[in-house]
């Protein structure tokens, strides 16, 4: 008997793991750790949203529904997407799948035979590479440095596509480094793609959370002659603080519809009638927590950024984006020969704060820590105090 390459190669999601071993000190020491580690808002899910679930169920909502989602939801992702991104999205081409990470892996098995090559952002969201090893597929890496604010060139992109790649993964705003992709390098990228065979697999999970006007989203799937061939993914999760609701959407070119809804179909058959029915809540109806959250992440953001640079030997850019500091610490790895998977561990240890060790993201986030900043200010403070005064004691750089 014998498990297969696949899945081998594919890693359980890091920050899941880290979880788990937080809330095991807690429970062996009874101390309260800092969560610094998952990605996910700190707030309940929006009244009216949740409300307009328990009006679905009252209503018994509560049967298997179109794969492809509910006309309704789908209409309401269409106009919300052709709003937002400047282009006419048909609700014919948009699929509704139990979370944005369902439909990378849909994506891959969609459009990889074994042996294809899929372009990936490195440091990137970890999900892309296992789902690309699970549809048979090779991870080709794409490099974001801190140098260049994270962007991706679009000569570094064209350097890497060959006759063998058959999707390119771009994420913006960006897990791991809050990076935020610009228009003009997109518009590049896109002229890239065009000259090849390739499908675009757009993640697009943090459009609203950006923080300044100059840093406003802009899909790749805007720039004329690409919207057939890419596909456009964003979803509840982050936006609404439904990371537990389980609720994606992409928009998908008509030639690939089919082939796509047939993965949600043979995996989850379909989405909650009644998790719908919150969705067009969420994108239609008033809810201003919504943007209450936003601004509580923005201040978050400057206060990890002020407070991490002042640590010795960590340093960071600031995020345009998301809610994720991606946090330099090569002085210290250097200095006491560490890895940041070693580091990360230290930090949960001595100092009880969980956060991911950048190596989880990709080869170029070995010098870095991700401290996810979507929880309180205290947490945060509490945190980065206890952080600061480890470095200071024990690994004075
Ligand atoms: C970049 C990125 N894409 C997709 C997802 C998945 O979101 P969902 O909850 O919709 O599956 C996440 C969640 O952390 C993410 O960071």
Same mark, same amino acid.
């Given at each position: 008997?014998?498990?297969?390459?696949?899945?081998?190669?594919?890693?359980a999601?890091g920050?899941?793991e880290?979880?788990?071993?937080?809330?095991?000190?807690?429970?062996?020491?009874?101390?309260?750790v800092?969560?610094?580690e998952?990605g996910?808002?700190?707030?309940?899910?929006?009244?009216?949203?949740?409300?307009?679930?328990?009006?679905?169920?009252?209503?018994?909502?509560?049967?298997?529904?179109?794969?492809?989602?509910?006309?309704?939801f789908?209409e309401?992702?269409?106009r919300?997407?052709?709003k937002t991104?400047?282009?006419?999205?048909?609700p014919?081409n948009?699929?509704?799948?139990?979370?944005?990470?369902?439909?990378?892996?849909?994506?891959?098995?969609?459009?990889?035979?074994?042996?294809d090559?899929?372009?990936?952002?490195?440091?990137?969201y970890p999900?892309?590479?296992?789902?690309?090893?699970?549809?048979g597929?090779?991870?080709?890496?794409?490099?974001?440095?801190?140098?260049n604010?994270?962007?991706v060139t679009? $000569?570094?992109?064209?350097?890497?596509?060959?006759? /063998?790649?058959?999707l390119i =993964? +771009?994420n #913006?705003?960006? *897990?791991?480094?809050?990076?935020?992709?610009?228009?003009?390098?997109?518009?590049?990228?896109?002229e890239?793609?065009?000259?090849s065979?390739a499908?675009v697999?757009?993640?697009?999970i943090y459009?609203?959370?950006?923080?300044?006007?100059?840093?406003?989203?802009?899909?790749?799937?805007?720039?004329?002659?690409m919207?057939?061939?890419?596909v456009?993914m964003?979803?509840?999760?982050?936006?609404?603080?439904?990371?537990?609701?389980?609720l994606?959407?992409?928009?998908?070119?008509?030639?690939?519809?089919?082939?796509?809804k047939?993965?949600?179909n043979?995996?989850?058959s379909?989405?909650?009638a009644f998790?719908?029915?919150a969705?067009?809540?969420?994108?239609?109806?008033?809810n201003? $927590?919504?943007?209450?959250?936003?601004?509580?992440? /923005?201040?978050?953001?400057? =206060? +990890?950024? #002020?407070?991490? *640079?002042e640590?010795?030997?960590m340093?960071?850019?600031?995020?345009?984006?998301?809610?994720?500091?991606?946090?330099?610490?090569?002085?210290?790895l250097?200095?006491?020969?560490?890895?940041?998977?070693?580091?990360?561990?230290i930090?949960?240890?001595?100092?009880?704060?969980?956060?991911?060790?950048?190596?989880?993201?990709?080869?170029?986030?070995?010098?870095?820590?991700?401290f996810?900043?979507?929880?309180?200010?205290?947490?945060i403070?509490?945190?980065?105090a206890?952080?600061?005064k480890?470095?200071?004691t024990?690994?004075?750089?």
């Amino acid at each position: 008997m014998q498990i297969s390459n696949r899945t081998k190669h594919a890693k359980a999601e890091g920050a899941f793991e880290v979880l788990a071993r937080a809330q095991q000190i807690e429970r062996e020491t009874g101390v309260k750790v800092v969560h610094m580690e998952i990605g996910e808002p700190d707030f309940p899910t929006p009244k009216g949203i949740v409300e307009a679930c328990k009006k679905s169920l009252d209503d018994g909502l509560t049967h298997y529904t179109p794969a492809g989602g509910i006309p309704e939801f789908r209409e309401a992702v269409a106009r919300h997407l052709s709003k937002t991104r400047n282009i006419t999205i048909d609700p014919e081409n948009v699929l509704i799948a139990a979370g944005g990470k369902l439909l990378i892996y849909a994506t891959c098995v969609t459009f990889l035979e074994p042996g294809d090559e899929c372009i990936v952002p490195d440091p990137g969201y970890p999900p892309y590479q296992s789902a690309v090893s699970l549809a048979g597929g090779i991870p080709i890496p794409l490099p974001l440095t801190e140098e260049n604010g994270y962007q991706v060139t679009a $000569e570094e992109l064209e350097k890497r596509i060959t006759p /063998k790649t058959k999707l390119i =993964i +771009i994420n #913006t705003p960006q *897990n791991p480094t809050g990076g935020v992709l610009s228009k003009t390098e997109l518009e590049k990228m896109a002229e890239v793609v065009k000259r090849s065979n390739a499908v675009v697999f757009s993640d697009e999970i943090y459009s609203d959370l950006i923080y300044s006007e100059e840093d406003k989203h802009f899909s790749i799937a805007s720039v004329p002659g690409m919207l057939d061939r890419t596909v456009l993914m964003d979803g509840m999760s982050k936006t609404f603080s439904m990371t537990g609701w389980r609720l994606g959407y992409a928009a998908v070119p008509h030639q690939f519809y089919g082939s796509m809804k047939k993965i949600v179909n043979n995996t989850v058959s379909c989405c909650p009638a009644f998790t719908q029915m919150a969705g067009i809540e969420a994108l239609e109806g008033n809810n201003p $927590e919504v943007h209450m959250m936003w601004e509580h992440f /923005k201040e978050r953001r400057d =206060i +990890i950024y #002020t407070l991490v *640079n002042e640590i010795p030997g960590m340093s960071m850019i600031k995020p345009k984006g998301a809610f994720y500091a991606f946090v330099n610490v090569k002085p210290i790895l250097d200095k006491y020969h560490l890895t940041s998977a070693d580091l990360a561990e230290i930090f949960l240890q001595k100092a009880f704060v969980a956060c991911l060790s950048g190596s989880i993201f990709g080869k170029q986030g070995d010098s870095y820590i991700r401290f996810s900043y979507a929880t309180s200010k205290e947490d945060i403070q509490r945190g980065m105090a206890h952080i600061k005064k480890l470095i200071e004691t024990e690994y004075p750089v």
